[in-house]
């Protein structure tokens, strides 16, 4: 479970912390359980879907974002 963004008030707002921390929310045997310590961007949850299907992220996708939660 993820929201689409953070904001600040009713706006998506700038690039700012309070606009790309998400609500995060995740369950499966390849996860970390009880939870991550650093804040989830918004961009992590791509980075996270792909390693949790077991795809490897390549450098030449140029991903923002780097998976959170999953077992090594």
Known sequence: ??????G???MHGP???ECRVILFIANGQS???GGVD???DVVDVA???LSYMGMDI???WDL???PVGITA
């Not at 479970?1 to 953070?6: P, T, Y």
């Open 64 to 66: 923002d974002g780097d």
């Open 8 to 10: 600040i008030e009713k």
């Open 38 to 40: 650093a804040p989830v």
């Open 58 to 60: 390549e450098k030449e």
């Open 47 to 49: 980075a996270t879907v």
């Open 15 to 17: 690039d700012v912390p």
């Open 1 to 6: 479970v993820v929201s689409d963004h953070g």
């Open 31 to 33: 996860l970390i359980a």
